[in-house]
């Protein structure tokens, strides 16, 4: 049964910096054909893709929060990392991982998210 | 960077047919998924590679892609069926994942 599951903090202050854990079973981040990406959601508003990761290490960032965003994954603990820094309220969402299937090539789909995790930007 | 644009919301009547559109520059060279997302829970696919359906998802869930619009359509509209849904795609130029804008199925 394949799981992911996201945990960090819910509440951040502005300026600090955000990590968030996605942990994952029913699959190996080592599988060639395996990713996992990070997409969040301002409440009300529309998803956000913010960056994957592959076996192979390979990586990519959205364009708009490269400067501040930082992906990485630990393959024995079955985590990918995602960092970012300098934390605004603006960034307040739900932050969701999502796994990616590379079977027919790279343009595959999310085919399982994690439940979310809500993160609040506030002093 | 490539963009997506969805209307923001489609109203249809119990037993009637729901027809999302997604629209973005040739995006029928590219392949497109669709995910539903009921309020308070994550996404859930319902569509893949334009006109895919994952198990366990109606047969009255469907896709397709052409030129610059691509489509979700939902036949017998079922109460159960109001939720957010997006299109998404992959932009090899940029290697990147992209969302459209989201349109808001209510069933009336």
């Known amino acids: 049964q394949v799981t992911l599951k996201e945990s960090g903090p819910v509440l951040v202050k502005p300026t600090e910096t955000l990590t968030l854990t996605c942990t994952v079973s029913g699959f190996s981040l080592s599988n060639a054909r395996m990713g996992v990406s990070w997409i969040r959601q301002p409440p009300g508003k529309a998803l956000e893709w913010l960056a994957h990761?592959?076996?192979?290490?390979?990586?990519s960032y959205s364009t708009s929060l490269k400067s501040r965003l930082t992906i990485s994954k630990d393959t024995s603990k079955s985590q990918v990392v995602l960092t970012m820094t300098n934390m605004d309220p603006v960034d307040t969402a739900t932050y969701y991982c999502?796994?990616?299937?590379?079977?027919?090539?790279?343009?595959?789909?999310?085919?399982?998210w994690g439940q979310g995790t809500l993160v609040t930007v506030s002093s | 960077s490539y963009v997506l644009t969805q209307p923001p919301s489609v109203s249809v009547a119990p037993g009637k047919t729901a027809r999302i559109t997604c629209g973005g520059n040739n995006i029928g060279s590219k392949s497109v998924h669709w995910y539903q997302q009921k309020p308070g829970q994550a996404p859930v696919l319902v569509i893949y590679y334009d006109s895919d359906r994952p198990s366990g998802i109606p047969e009255r869930f469907s896709g397709s892609n052409s030129g610059n619009t691509a489509t979700l359509t939902i036949s017998r509209v079922e109460a159960g069926d109001e939720a957010d849904y997006y299109c998404?795609?992959?932009?090899?130029?940029?290697?990147?994942?992209?969302f459209g804008t989201g349109t808001k199925v209510t069933v009336l």
């Open positions: 998404q795609v992959w932009d090899s130029s940029s290697d990147h994942r992209v």
């Open positions: 990761i592959f076996s192979n290490d390979e990586k």
């Open positions: 999502a796994r990616i299937v590379r079977e027919g090539g790279p343009a595959a789909h999310f085919d399982y």
